[in-house]
């Protein structure tokens, strides 16, 4: 789960589909389907990356995990229908440091937006130009991924909750921007995200 708690959850014994990080394999994950379109669509989400994916039972959608070399390691999914409000998420295979395009970054020196929320990521790339926008996967930081860039050139936008202020000062303790949003990024209006990436471009390009 997006906790990384790994095994088996009660009931699921018998299917496949819920296995979780401790299990390191490929998981099986086709095109965007139409259903998936409309689901990102009615969240704000117009601009559908190579990263986003199907499941094989075509109930959510897929967020692939890989390497910074492009290989697969894992995939995320967001359930259209959660189980419960804290189970909106089921990993496969081996959970990544971030999900994103860090092309950007390496090619034209953009600099580095991090959004805890996926789609608060998904939601700003149609109009952060000039940024890397990627996801953090969740709260829970793997600091030694991060620490292989310049801490001037990352921002990291966190949940306005208990975990995302601890990930915002354990953040700033260690040299990076790290700021929490006071409206949920996969919530906000075009004008507040706007106004987002224009502050984090004032405080990344100065």
């Known amino acids: 789960m997006s906790c990384d708690a790994s095994g088996f959850a009660d009931n699921f014994e018998a299917n496949t589909f819920f296995r979780l990080p401790d ?42 995990q890989t390497r910074v070399n492009g290989h697969v390691i894992g995939l995320s999914q967001r359930m259209f229908i959660p189980f419960a409000s804290n189970m909106r998420y089921i990993y496969q295979g081996t959970k990544a440091p971030y999900t994103g395009d860090i092309t950007l970054f390496y090619e034209h020196n953009y ?62 303790e260690r040299g990076f921007n790290a700021f929490v949003s006071r409206v949920s990024t996969d919530e906000m209006s075009e004008t507040q995200m706007e106004a987002l990436l224009k502050n984090a471009k004032n405080i990344l390009l100065r």
Request: glycine share 6%; net charge neutral; no cysteine.
């Open 111 to 172: 600099p580095i937006i991090v959004f805890e929320k996926m789609f608060g990521m998904l939601r700003s790339l149609s109009i952060a130009d000039g940024l890397t926008p990627l996801s953090s996967n969740g709260s829970k930081i793997d600091i030694r991924f991060w620490q292989r860039f310049n801490s001037a050139s990352v921002l990291f936008v966190m949940d306005n909750d208990e975990a995302g202020r601890r990930a915002k000062e354990f953040l700033k």
């Open 23 to 64: 299990f390191d394999y490929e998981p099986e994950y086709y095109p965007l389907s139409p259903e998936a379109k409309d689901y990102l669509k009615a969240r704000g989400v117009t601009k559908f990356p190579s990263f986003l994916v199907t499941p094989p039972h075509n109930d959510g959608v897929g967020f692939l």
